[in-house]
């Protein structure tokens, strides 16, 4: 399967339903970030935009990417009292940078990072300012019961960021259920600071 069609999979999986998910923001997402003072956000795989529009009105100016043509209209369309502090953005982050240092928050809820993607993790990771935080939710794969080794999860990531402050690096029970079809009860949470200055 070709990256475009795996696109248009994303595409067709929302165009499928009025509505694929909660329309609520990610609630590890709203623990982690609740006291952070507004900034750059860059919000990957953002879906139908909920943690960018509830980021915004918290007073961030949010970089939403995601693949899918129609997820981003319905976030554009949810968020239309902060339009001015998002910026809808289709793109597949596997192979497009965004600008290095340049978010204050970088949040990945549940985002399938493939490994074969090479270099793709590095410059996720590089989008991260100084001081600049990554916040990153996964399922446990312990709970689902699936194999993830295809994907980077929060523990390998975790090996890349040496010189950073890891704050959290935990199982996590959710406090809301998943989304229609799904099952997972626990996720993996990964929240870590980056050094101030370059440690090259």
Sequence with gaps: MTDQDQDQD??????????????????VLV?????????QALDVGCG???????????????????????ALRRGAESGRDVAERVAWTRADLSCTAMPAGAFELVSVQYFPLR???DGALDRLVATVAPGGTL???GHDPEDEGVDYSDYYRPGEIVQR?????????EVRERTRP??????HTRDVVLKAIAPRQSTE
């Design 31 to 39: 623990a982690e970030a609740a006291g952070m003072a507004p900034g």
């Design 115 to 117: 490994k074969r993607d």
């Design 178 to 183: 998943g989304p229609e079809g799904t099952h």
């Design 48 to 70: 139908e935009g909920a943690d960018a529009v509830w980021l915004a009105r918290q007073g961030w100016h949010v970089t939403a990417v995601d693949v899918s043509e129609t």
């Design 135 to 137: 916040l990153v939710t």
């Design 161 to 169: 960021l040496a010189g950073w402050t890891v704050e959290v690096h």
């Design 10 to 27: 994303w595409d067709g999986m929302y165009r499928s339903r009025e509505q694929v998910f909660s329309g609520e923001p990610n609630a």
